[in-house]
C-alpha cells in the first residue's frame, strides 16, 4: 500500500494537540479503516504554532486529503507519495 508524507499547520495551541490527535485516530478508525497513521514528527515555532509532518498508509492521496479534511483545525501544506526509506546505515563509509 502506498505511503504519504502529509505536512499540515494547525490552528491550534500545542497543548490542544494531544485531542487533535485522538480525534485524528478515531476518525481514520471509524470512517477511513484503510487509512493507517504511521507516526508523526511535530515542530513548534517562536510563535507557537503547530506543523505535522506525518506518515500514513493509505490506497490513495485523496483518501488521506479527505481524513484531512474531515479533521479539519489545520490546513495541508502539501502531500507526498513516499518512494523509499534510507537511513544512514544504509551507506557504510
Known amino acids: 500500500m502506498p505511503r504519504y508524507l502529509i505536512e499540515r499547520r494547525f490552528h491550534v495551541a500545542e497543548d490542544e494537540m494531544p ?15 484503510e487509512v493507517v497513521w504511521e507516526h508523526s514528527h511535530v515542530s513548534v515555532d517562536d510563535a ?33 507519495e513516499i518512494a523509499g526509506d534510507v537511513t544512514p546505515a544504509d551507506f557504510p563509509i
Open 19 to 33: 485531542d487533535v490527535s485522538r480525534k485524528s485516530k478515531r476518525i481514520a478508525q471509524e470512517s477511513f479503516p
Open 48 to 80: 507557537g504554532r503547530v506543523t505535522t509532518f506525518c506518515v500514513y498508509r493509505a490506497p490513495n492521496e485523496e483518501m488521506v486529503r479527505s481524513h484531512a479534511k474531515e479533521l479539519g483545525q489545520h490546513d495541508v501544506a502539501g502531500v507526498h
